[in-house]
């Protein structure tokens, strides 16, 4: 993927990913490439795990438009598609 069009992933999956952060408390960080860190204060494992698939499927619910392209990165990690995640 061209760096402008990463960029354009990029700017919509944190866009998607700070809407589905709902608590003040909450928050993110882009460790690097396409991983991200959640950060949520008391919050149980049940909870985080809650909130993780619930910002799973805000990421994949839409495919991100490249101009006249689909990003990859819809409806499925790259590392799902790989069977590498199971």
């Known amino acids: 993927m061209a760096m402008p069009q990463g960029m354009v992933v990029l700017k919509e999956v944190v866009q998607r990913i700070q809407q589905g952060l709902q608590r003040s408390c909450d928050w993110f960080a882009r460790l690097g490439g396409d991983e991200f860190a959640v ?10 795990s809650i909130v993780a698939e619930k910002l ?3 990421v994949a619910a839409t495919p991100i438009r490249l101009g006249t392209c689909e990003s990859p990165y819809n409806h499925q990690h790259r590392g799902e598609r790989a069977g590498r995640y199971r």
Do not use: F, S, W, Y
């Open 39 to 48: 950060v949520l204060p008391q919050t149980d494992i049940a909870g985080a």
């Open 56 to 58: 799973r499927r805000a």
